[in-house]
T-cell receptor
Framework: GAVVSQHPSWVICKSGTSVKIECRSL??????MFWYRQFPKQSLMLMAT?????????EQGVEKDKFLINHASLTLSTLTVTSAHPEDSSFYIC?????????????FGSGTRLTVV | EDKVVQSPLSLVVHEGDTVTLNCSYE??????LLWYKQEKKAPTFLFML????IEKKSGRLSSILDKKELFSILNITATQTGDSAIYLC????????????FGQGTRLTINP
């Protein structure tokens, strides 16, 4: 089945530094990638939608300069949290979609738990 | 603005009980409603519903959609401790960027 590999699975960084999270589609081409964040005991909040080769579309209230998304190839999308602050600590998860897949097109990565200290 | 509301937010039952989770939505140009189970990490797909009144079933889990009343339910019978998880409901529109709008989730805990 379709697999999305996301790493790192967890990361701790200092305030002010940047962190890059990668999502790779292992056995299919991900024309569209979705990035979500999830706070404890809350649901998935969509941050942005990226299509390969074009700029990401950010949801209202999400700072595009802070959360940089790059989708340069059909198998790789990255989310970089720039100048991270403790309030950016969260669970970040990607979802990829391409054509017809077994689960109706949405495959999730395993998530990245970011802790900013 | 699209809205997906799940209830209850939290539910604790004993093993063997039957539970019903609710999801109501307000979405323009509705296309489909999806249920996911999230344990530690990535949500795993359970069901996708597009037609009203047709029950989807997988083992002890079943789900049905009412497009007139704009809601769906997820039933789990003979619950087991392994059913403990967050259950997420998401809605997709016909148009737009194919994105999913998620509800808050229901945290289900099954006690032995």
């Amino acid at each position: 089945g379709a697999v999305v590999s996301q790493h790192p699975s967890w990361v701790i960084c200092k305030s002010g530094t940047s962190v890059k999270i990668e999502c790779r589609s292992l056995d299919f081409q991900a024309t569209t990638m979705f990035w979500y964040r999830q706070f404890p005991k809350q649901s998935l909040m969509l941050m942005a939608t990226s299509n390969e080769g074009s700029k990401a579309t950010y949801e209202q209230g999400v700072e595009k300069d802070k959360f940089l998304i790059n989708h340069a190839s059909l198998t790789l999308s990255t989310l970089t949290v720039t100048s991270a602050h403790p309030e950016d600590s969260s669970f970040y998860i990607c979802s990829a979609r391409a054509g017809v897949l077994g689960n109706y097109g949405y495959t999730f990565g395993s998530g990245t738990r970011l802790t900013v200290v | 603005e699209d809205k997906v509301v799940q209830s209850p937010l939290s539910l604790v039952v004993h093993e063997g009980d039957t539970v019903t989770l609710n999801c109501s939505y307000e979405v323009t140009n509705f296309r489909s409603l999806l249920w996911y189970k999230q344990e530690k990490k990535a949500p795993t797909f359970l069901f996708m519903l597009t037609s009203s009144g047709i029950e989807k079933k997988s083992g002890r889990l079943s789900s049905i959609l009412d497009k007139k009343e704009l809601f769906s339910i997820l039933n789990i019978t003979a619950t087991q401790t392994g059913d403990s998880a967050i259950y997420l409901c998401a809605v997709r529109r016909i148009q737009g960027a194919q994105k999913l709008v998620f509800g808050q989730g229901t945290r289900l805990t099954i006690n032995p």
